[in-house]
């Protein structure tokens, strides 16, 4: 044995597996299930149905990386918060074990010594990939790229089944692996998606997540999703560069209170170019407002929350239609999908973003004329709800061994943090007083230009911009904070300070909470005004003060301000400004 080869020895486990595990392992007559990972992407699946081995002490978790994928980054972290022992891959190809799941294909699966079963990371297979190595076997590969999970290339080895069981969510799935591999149909077993039914179990707490990412009840939230690779969404390498051109009008053109947005990014995309690259690109969106929501947790809930996607020809794009969300189509890649797969159907069908249309005026008919396409429910799993269930019989039958008692169950999608929609962003807004206490307002994120037809226009800016030079332009400056943050003093207290500092301006705005927020005027008088603790941010009560005032009215006790479609009813009350010291 070569000094390297030693050295990676020195690196396998010895507890709860290895030659001397009998001697240290405390509970060492288990059945081993070996959990191969190839990416964070994949991972995920695995994830979806590692609690069907909760509660059961004859089992021991353990998980590997086959080091294939081009996507590493990432599975290390993964891996050591999942908490099971990390086999490193060497070993696991000599390592005896009682099941073995994988969520993608790649690397020596054909070598593992143990019942293999590989399940879809995605809506079942609908993309084409080349191998690994395909144009060193096949220099004319280009001419047939194969159908991931589908095709001979990536499910036999040597003419032999790669896995002792694929399982599919479709029968539509079954009969294109018919055409493609018929070697394979006798490993093929129907068993449904967890990650669809996690989706389907959690829409009835809708509002929950809604409220989570901070949409208010007058917001719609749409949701930015895009897939890896140049043609996605968010690559470069299509027709043309998609993202700068729906980008802006996302984050910059769309009225802030009558839209949240949200970015539903594929991991690979975070974890092949870097985290801190991904934020970094899109920095000023954030600023504006745009929500980046989780790869790994949050991205479900976001699609169960959201009113309309925007997206391309990836697997989160598909599961949104499946839930009858309408989706508008801003990226496709013909070539890169089976044509007689269900997704390739779906671009086909699916409504198209025209760069040359406000996006605001696309959202709202996709919206308003929205009905539902009848492929993706029906086709995205044939046992909606069953997933668990038929998951848990299968594995528990491989491992010799009789199912735990109680149902099968699936890990609800958790609620996520609170997420509050405050941008940093200079906002411009136009108000238009519509009668005696009522005021329409829109505002607008660091739009590049000013918006057509609203007038008047004033500048409202946050004091923590990242520009601090706007605040001497600002007509009204805002602040997020608690009434009791001792770094601010009270909110009449920093009112007062603002005011003094920057002479420019007419009004200083504390939210001090959800639908309250105090203003102060250049005139001398604070305010208390108080909405729902569900409408829109306090800050554009604010703004409909300034209008007001500045057209010569005054509120009373009420103020109603008007956002889009919606109304809000403000109470007002208002005393001479303390002097602060």
Known sequence: MGPERRKRRADWLRVPVGPEAPRWATRGRCKRILLVVHNVTSA???????????????????????????????VA?????????????????????????????????????????????GVGYNKKLATPNAERRTPNAERRTPVFGLSPDWLLHRGIAVADTLVLSHPEQLERLRASCPEVLPTALLAGDPCYDRLLAARQYRTRFRRALGVHRAQRLVVLNSTWNPESLFGDGGEGDVLPALLGPAAYELPVDEYRVAAVLHPNIWHGHGPGQVRAWLDRAVRAGLLLVDPMEGWRQALVAADAVVGDFGSVSYYAAALGTPVLLAADAPGRLDPTSPVAAFTREAPRWSPGVPLVDQLDRLITVHRPLPGPARLVSSQPGRSAELLRRHFYKRLGLP???????????????YEAAVGTAPLRVATRVCGPGEVAVERYADPPSEPRGRDPLHTAVPEDTRDPGRL???????????????????????????????????????????????????????FLLA??????DPAVYASALHALLASGGAPGRHLTVRTGRSAHRVSVSSRPAARER
């Open 472 to 526: 001497d332009v600002a007509d009204v400056i805002l602040r997020h904070g608690t009434a009791d943050d001792p770094r601010f003093g009270s909110p009449g207290s920093w009112t007062a300070e603002v005011l003094a500092r920057h002479p420019g301006c007419s009004v200083a705005a504390y939210v001090t909470g959800r639908g309250c927020c105090t203003a102060r005027t250049r005139a001398g008088r604070e």
């Open 44 to 74: 995920t699946r695995l994830l979806d149905v590692l609690p069907l081995f909760h509660d059961d002490l004859r089992v021991q978790l353990l998980a590997t990386c086959t080091g294939s994928s081009p996507f590493r980054s990432g």
């Open 77 to 121: 972290e993964l891996l050591a918060n999942v908490g099971v022992p990390v086999v490193p891959w060497e070993q696991a190809l000599s390592l005896p074990v009682d099941l073995a799941i994988s969520a993608s294909f790649g690397g020596q699966l054909h070598t593992l010594k143990g019942e293999l079963t590989i399940l879809s990371h």
């Open 531 to 536: 909405g729902h603790p569900e409408g829109p």
């Open 403 to 417: 199912e735990p008692p109680g149902p099968a169950l699936l890990e609800p999608l958790p609620l996520p943090p």
